[in-house]
Nanobody, 118 residues
Framework: QVQLVESGGGLVQPGGSLRLSCVAS????????MSWYRQAPGKERELVAA????????HYVNSVTGRFTISRDNRKNTVYLQMNSLKPEDTAVYYC???????????WGQGTQVTVSS
């Protein structure tokens, strides 16, 4: 059974930091591209960051570049999103996604709420 379980969300003040984690099971984690998406109320889900299967390459949406860092530990089947200098506009539900490039097979987590507010 495939599972992606996110954790680490919560309420933080502007300028603060959070570290999201996503633990995967039920598939070969090390061959999947892992991504973080987010969806704010009334908005479409958007890609925040993605990392290659080996961790050598990563991509970020412009609005988080320099503030967020995606990383992965293939020994622990876990992908992380370190979020620094958080802004109110970062408030959203954050989702973990796994994609296998060659078949486009995709799995989603259930999401974790991040709220940035004073």
């Amino acid at each position: 059974q495939v599972q992606l379980v996110e954790s680490g969300g919560g309420l933080v003040q502007p300028g603060g930091s959070l570290r999201l984690s996503c633990v995967a099971s039920g598939f070969t984690f090390s061959i999947y591209i892992m991504s973080w998406y987010r969806q704010a109320p009334g908005k479409e889900r958007e890609l925040v960051a993605a990392i290659s299967p080996t961790g050598d390459n990563s991509h970020y949406v412009n609005s988080v570049t320099g503030r967020f860092t995606i990383s992965r530990d293939n020994r622990k089947n876990t992908v992380y999103l370190q979020m620094n200098s958080l802004k109110p506009e970062d408030t959203a539900v954050y989702y973990c996604q796994a994609t296998y490039t060659y078949t486009s097979r995709t799995y989603w987590g259930q999401g974790t709420q991040v709220t940035v507010s004073s």
